[in-house]
C-alpha cells in the first residue's frame, strides 16, 4: 500500500534544534503523522488487515526523520489501531472499544498461546466457511479469489503474504452475513496469523517456502468449496486448514 502526499511539507525532525526544542519539535510532528494515519485508517482508505507502508514510505511521504516514524508508529500501537510484527510490517487492526477481545502481543507469545488462538479459530472458522459457502456473493468470492492470487503471488517474501492470507478469512467471515462473525475476525486482526508469532530466522528458508505453497494449496481447497457451494466440504478444508496449521507451530517449536 502506498499513502496519497501529505497535504504539506512537514520540516524533517532532524532540522530541529538539539535539547528540549527539539525534542518537542519531534513531539509534534509524531502528532502530525499520527493524526494523518488515523484518518486514513478509521475513514478505511487503510482497511483492517492492510499492511501500513514501510518506515522509509512514510518518511518520505511525510517529510520526516525514521524516529518520527517510530514515535509516530508506536502511538498508534498504544491506541490499538495498529500492530508490529518484528521483521514482518504493521498492520492496521479494527478500531476497538474497551472489553473488546484482542490478540496479545504476538511477538511475545509463545506456542501455548499460538495453539489456543488457533483451537479458537478451529471452533470460529470451521463452521463460518460453511455458511459462506451458502451466502457467499459474487462480490465477497471475488475478494477471495483476490487474497489466494495476491498470497500466491508474494512467495517469495513471506511478510508480504500475511495481509492477503488474513484478508481471505476475513472475506469469509464476512461471507457468512453474520456481522458478529465479521466484527470478531476484524478484532482478532493480523496477530491471528501463526507467521507473524515466528522469527524469520527461527525456519529454514527452503522449509518455509514449502510450508507457504502448502498453505495456498489448502487455501484453494476451501475456496473451491465455497465456490461450489459446497458446506460440507468447506468445513471440512477450513479444518484440515488449521489442524494442519496448528501441527506446523507444533513442530516448528520442537
Known amino acids: 500500500m502506498t499513502l496519497a ?3 504539506r511539507p512537514v520540516p524533517t525532525a532532524s532540522d530541529a534544534p538539539e ?3 527539539g525534542a518537542r519539535r519531534t513531539r509534534t510532528l509524531a502528532h502530525d503523522v499520527v493524526q494523518a494515519l488515523t484518518q486514513r485508517i478509521r475513514t478505511g482508505e487503510i482497511r483492517p488487515g492492510d499492511k501500513l507502508p514501510s518506515e522509509s514510505e512514510i518518511m518520505q511521504t511525510f517529510g520526516v526523520s525514521r524516529g ?3 514515535e509516530a508508529l508506536s502511538k498508534l500501537q498504544a ?3 495498529v500492530v508490529t510484527q518484528h521483521g514482518v510490517g504493521t498492520f492496521a ?3 476497538r472499544h474497551d472489553g473488546w477481545l484482542r490478540v ?3 511477538s511475545g507469545a509463545g506456542l501455548d ?4 488462538v488457533l483451537e479458537l479459530r478451529l471452533c470460529l472458522e470451521s463452521e463460518s466457511a460453511a455458511i459462506a459457502a451458502v451466502r ?3 462480490e465477497q468470492l471475488a475478494e477471495m479469489r483476490r487474497a489466494v492470487d495476491d498470497f500466491a503471488a508474494h512467495l517469495a517474501a513471506p511478510g508480504e503474504t500475511v495481509s492477503p492470507d488474513f484478508r481471505f478469512h476475513r472475506a469469509i467471515a464476512d461471507a457468512t452475513g453474520n456481522p458478529y462473525i465479521a466484527d470478531l475476525m476484524r478484532q482478532l486482526g493480523p496477530p491471528v496469523i501463526p507467521r507473524t508469532r515466528v522469527p524469520a530466522t527461527q525456519m529454514d528458508p527452503h522449509e518455509r517456502a514449502l510450508r507457504l505453497q502448502r498453505v495456498v494449496a489448502e487455501h484453494e481447497q476451501i475456496y473451491d468449496a465455497i465456490a461450489r457451494r459446497d458446506a460440507d466440504s468447506a468445513r471440512a478444508a477450513m479444518r484440515i486448514h488449521l489442524v494442519n496449521s496448528r501441527e506446523r507451530q507444533r513442530r516448528s517449536a520442537g
Open 79 to 81: 491506541a490499538q489501531l
Open 136 to 138: 457467499h456473493t459474487p
Open 104 to 106: 496479545g502481543d504476538a
Open 68 to 70: 518520527v516514524v517510530r
Open 19 to 21: 535539547g528540549t526544542g
Open 5 to 7: 502526499a501529505a497535504p
Open 113 to 116: 498461546d499460538m495453539l489456543s
Open 93 to 95: 487492526l479494527e478500531s
